[in-house]
């Protein structure tokens, strides 16, 4: 199988077992994990933050973000298709008792002065107040594109004024960071909170981390504990995320070519279904509005020739590139998709 679904379907190499299998452990409850304790000191440094916790998972690090920024009662703003209010289940309000309402960005592209209309601070006894907005970098369903770094800081400055926290949700700002060449702090200063995830393109099996100030990573790693997250042993997994940011980065870039490979395959033969001016990473999105395929269908007659990919929506399907992938898989799948998608937009 050629699997296009996630970047999260990686598995680990054998020298990522061999660093896991040699790490150092105790149990992380008492802070006694000295592998986790150095990965947290490691990548706080690496953001410019004073502190992290490691999570299981990304949802976990971006609620609890959201957890220490937002009141119960008080209200989230971030983009549409955002992941924190598309694909995390409601959890901002199960779990924090707070509201959200979102502005539509094209392609999940900040544009700062969109935040803000919608953002009303302090709002006082009668209307929901303002109290954080969040960023998804690079956005995922808006196929990989890569926030520009001057909206960022106009947001930063922006929300400042008006006293608005900023939560990054930097899943992917590892990619992000290689398709810009932008440092990991430069985007991390602009935000009082910051999630990341190792288990994406770098290939980790498990692994998220809060960044931000001591005081709310304290606070954080209490909310970890209390919605059942408190890990013991972990460091077998930090030891994986280690290897994963020693040696897994800069591959990244093959992740974005060959991304850039199908959507060149796609565009040739169905230019109205891609954009090629937002192919930034390692993510493609379809739109196939116009073909006589659904994305369920498109799915199905890949599945027919051992290629997987994503439905997101009844007309928009999503190929993610990942370092489990060969040039040759590239290859095979662009020439499968670049077939059947002739005939769908003919038909
Ligand atoms: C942008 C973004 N944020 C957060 C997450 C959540 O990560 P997890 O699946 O580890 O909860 C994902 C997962 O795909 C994601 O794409």
Redesign the pocket.
Known sequence: MIDLR?D?VTKPSDEMRAAIAAAPVGDDVYADDPTVNTLEERVAALFGKEAGVFTP????S?QLGIRTLVKPGEELLTETFA??VR??LGAGAAFSGITTRTWEGDHGLLVADDAMAIARPDSGPYLVSTTAIAV?NTH?FGGGTVQPISEIRKLRELTKKVGIATHL?G??IWNAHVATGIPFADYAENFDTV?V?F??GLGAPIG?MLLSTKERVAEARIWRKRYGAGMRQVGILAAAVNFALDNNIPALADDHRRARVLADAVASVAPTSVDLDFAHTNIVVLNLEGSSLTAPELNAELKKVNILASALGPKTLRLVTHRDLSDGDIATASEELAKLLQRAFKA
Not at 57 to 60: D, R, Y
């Open positions: 996630s999260t998972t990304g949802s976990l971006n992941h924190i694909a995390e998804e995922n949700d899943a992917r999630s995830c288990s994406k998220s």
